[in-house]
């Protein structure tokens, strides 16, 4: 039986894990974690925000995931949207979804990102 997501791995290029900090850490607030050793050498690197983890992992024909994302729960959306546009990240504002604001980004790398808040019913 599934009982939780353990992490969600996305690619990444060589040599891009210093713009990979900048940006999960500095721009999203998500902390880097330290990945065991014997990972650590293929490089990359792994952040957590609560209990959601991503781990960028270094692909040598790296191309960016344009459709295939994950998606990122956060509350005050349209204050971390701003944020991100502070930093320069565009914003893709998309209200398909019932019941929630979202929106998508991408990551320097290019890899695509959703953020979405439930709206609370008044």
Known sequence: MIT???HVQLAAPPGSEDRLRAYYAGVLGM??????????ARGGCWFQAGA???????ERDFRPAKKAHPGLRVTGI????????????????????PGHRRF?????VGN?????????AV
């Open 4 to 6: 939780a997501v353990d």
């Open 31 to 40: 902390v880097e974690i330290p990945k065991p050793p014997v990972l650590a």
């Open 52 to 58: 959601v983890q991503l781990h960028l992992g270094v």
């Open 78 to 97: 349209e204050r971390y949207a701003a944020r991100l546009q502070a930093h320069g990240a565009q914003v893709e504002w998309d209200e398909n979804l």
């Open 104 to 108: 998508y980004s991408e990551d320097p």
């Open 112 to 120: 695509r990102l959703e953020f979405l808040e439930p709206v609370t």
